[in-house]
């Protein structure tokens, strides 16, 4: 099992979760972040960090996609390993917001630390 990062990051990258991760597991795209499956030890610690609720375990039913994308950014994405001040100014706005990754996703890369 690892956790994944779903589409309810996009566009709120709140970064909570980079700062409780005991392994650094996490990369930061232009408006979300991955967690890189391989490097993930399954602690959970970060789910109950996200403020939009975009970490999942991935034994959860549907989330394929989503383990595809984590693997695939962390390999091309910067690592980041502290809470950054990048949160978009929108973020609360977009807590919730459906269908995001058809509407805003970008594979630009982020900064990284």
Same mark, same amino acid.
């Not at 993930?40 to 999942?56: F, K, M, N, S, Y």
């Given at each position: ?7 309810? @990051?996009?566009? =709120? ?5 980079? !700062?409780?991760?005991?392994? $650094?597991?996490?990369?930061?795209? +232009? ?11 399954? @602690?959970?610690? =970060? ?5 939009? !609720?975009?970490?999942?375990? $991935?034994?959860?039913?549907?989330? +394929? ?26 973020? $609360?706005?977009?807590?919730?917001? +459906? ?15």
């Amino acid at each position: 099992m690892t956790y994944v990062v779903t589409d309810a @990051c996009i566009r =709120c990258k709140y970064m909570d979760c980079v !700062e409780v991760c005991p392994v $650094d597991c996490f990369y930061e795209g +232009e408006n979300m972040l991955v967690i890189n499956p391989s490097e993930c030890i399954d @602690c959970g610690v =970060c789910e109950p960090e996200c403020p939009a !609720e975009a970490i999942l375990p $991935d034994t959860e039913s549907n989330l +394929e996609q989503w383990l595809e994308l984590n693997t695939t950014f962390s390999a091309q994405w910067p690592n980041v390993t502290r809470k950054l001040d990048q949160t978009p100014p929108d973020a $609360d706005a977009m807590k919730g917001v +459906e269908n995001k990754y058809e509407q805003f996703f970008s594979a630009e890369p982020g900064k990284g630390d």
